[in-house]
């Protein structure tokens, strides 16, 4: 009977325990997405999913266990479908965070590049964030601004304090480097431009050798291309045009002529190449 008693106490203690990292994990990636998404529903669809698939694998478990295998395709189905909600629900929060982190990371130099002279002609600072959201153009970026704003306007924050919210909110590091350099060059130096000039030339310096290394990269990339997707299918071609007098070639129980052979380079091989290659200079080209 005491037994029983932990092994029931121990599994609710573990379900709070997971509804609460939910909770935790979803306010979390919630203020990194800079609140773009319905906090509430995420969470519903988290928790409800994990406690399905648990309690699904549990009765599948069960169901091997007695030998009812007739009637495990509807847990493994529900089973499926719940594990794809979840996933894509992740995978949604995930994209999201990335989306903006990359925002930042590629464009937030821009935004830099105009804030400084109004920093070194020491306008307000709380006016210089207003000027930001006026003029500025990528819509995440100005999305970040205006609740900076919000929080100063609406939330009774002071103007430093609001922009530590902010680069709690904001997962890229560059945003976070410029933001906490303002914040202590505001109490420490007055030659806040200058450190930030020379915060704005580093990361353009960075950039720069950024592109340098994906045409370094691309190059090597789109020769092995050519190679693989142009010149070694009519190599084989050649090869198997040439040895045709000998016979088919023989892969096992497989018999290919040169026809058969330039059919299948072409049908086959070559949208593989290509989709494979396509993938590589994808995710190449978002670490630039």
């Known amino acids: 009977m005491n037994y029983l ?3 029931i106490r121990y599994v609710v203690n573990l379900y709070h325990t997971v509804d609460r990292r939910i909770f935790n994990l979803n306010n979390t990636y919630y203020r990194l997405s800079g609140y773009s998404y319905n906090k509430d529903l995420i969470y519903k669809i988290l928790t409800t999913s994990v406690k399905s698939i648990t ?16 009637l495990i395709i509807f847990p493994i189905i529900a089973l499926t479908a719940n594990g794809l909600l979840l996933s894509s629900t992740i995978i949604y929060v995930l994209h999201l965070v990335n989306v ?28 210089i964030l207003r000027t930001v959201y006026r003029t500025e153009r990528d819509r995440i970026i100005k999305r970040e601004f205006g609740l900076i704003i919000r929080d100063v306007v609406e939330g009774g924050y002071d103007v430093l304090s609001s922009i530590r919210n902010s680069i ?13 350099l303002i914040l202590e060059g505001y109490k ?23 592109l340098r290394q994906l045409i370094t990269s691309m190059t090597l990339l789109f020769q092995m ?13 050649i090869i198997a045009i040439s040895l045709s007098p000998l016979g088919p070639l023989s892969l096992g129980f497989i018999q290919l002529d040169a026809a058969a052979l330039m059919i299948l380079l072409t049908i086959i091989y070559s ?6 290659f396509y993938i590589i200079f994808d995710t190449v080209l978002a670490y630039v």
């Open 5 to 7: 008693k932990n092994t």
């Open 55 to 70: 309690i699904l694998s549990i009765t599948t478990a069960i169901l091997v266990v007695l030998n009812l295998h007739s």
């Open 100 to 127: 903006r982190r990359k925002v930042f990371d590629e464009k937030f130099m821009y935004t830099l590049s105009y804030m400084i002279p109004m920093i070194s002609a020491n306008i307000p600072l709380i006016e």
């Open 168 to 180: 709690e909110r904001v997962p890229s590091t560059i945003y976070r480097d410029v933001m906490n």
């Open 188 to 210: 420490l130096t007055s030659e806040l431009g200058s450190v930030l000039l020379t915060k704005l030339e580093a990361l353009i310096r960075s950039k720069t050798i950024r």
């Open 225 to 237: 291309y050519v190679v693989l997707a142009f010149l070694l299918p009519v190599l084989v071609v």
């Open 271 to 276: 949208p593989i190449i290509a989709y494979t």
